[in-house]
């Protein structure tokens, strides 16, 4: 199985655990989040949709080079990181990132690592569309600073 899927399809959260789990008795434990599309965003209009570009090949090999550094800072066991593309609307699921490792810091941390480095170095372009009309979406301070907690830098809000 890939360690990276970029895909317009839904994914279903226990299949991609158990396909992260499959034949390694050494997991001790596993993390995941899943991303969901919000109907807004504080002091923001309502969201009606919202869309998803990526450059194929690109973003797979970005994505793949940031589990590589995440299995680098923790002893992770498995990691599979599945990105939605495409016009998806409130509630849908957007990203899915599973960990494993023997222990459950691990887990949680190369999770959580994964997903501060997914929201400002994937390259992904993100649109919105409100009753004020469609709008590519910028980069947030506040992602900058979840990143820079691990040590990394990204700027792309500034």
């Known amino acids: ?38 109907d807004r965003s504080p002091g923001e209009p309502a969201i009606s949709a ?31 990181v599945i990105h939605r593309v495409g016009r998806l609307l409130p509630g849908d699921q957007i990203v899915l990132v599973v960990t494993s490792s023997s222990h459950r810091g691990a887990a949680f941390q190369g999770c959580e690592f994964l997903m501060d480095y997914l929201k400002t170095q994937a390259p992904f372009w993100k649109k919105e569309t409100t009753p004020e009309g469609a709008r590519w979406v910028d980069a947030r301070v506040a992602d900058d600073e979840a990143l820079a907690r691990w040590g990394l830098r990204s700027g792309n809000a500034a």
């Open 1 to 38: 199985m890939p360690r990276v899927s970029i895909q317009t399809d839904d994914f279903d959260l226990s299949t991609e655990v158990a396909a992260v789990r499959a034949g390694d008795a050494g997991v001790g434990a596993i993390a995941s989040f899943i991303g969901t599309v919000r």
């Open 50 to 80: 919202m869309e998803l570009e990526h450059y194929p090949g690109m973003t797979e090999a970005a994505i793949e080079a940031m589990i590589d550094e995440a299995c680098r800072r923790f002893p992770l066991r498995g990691v599979r």
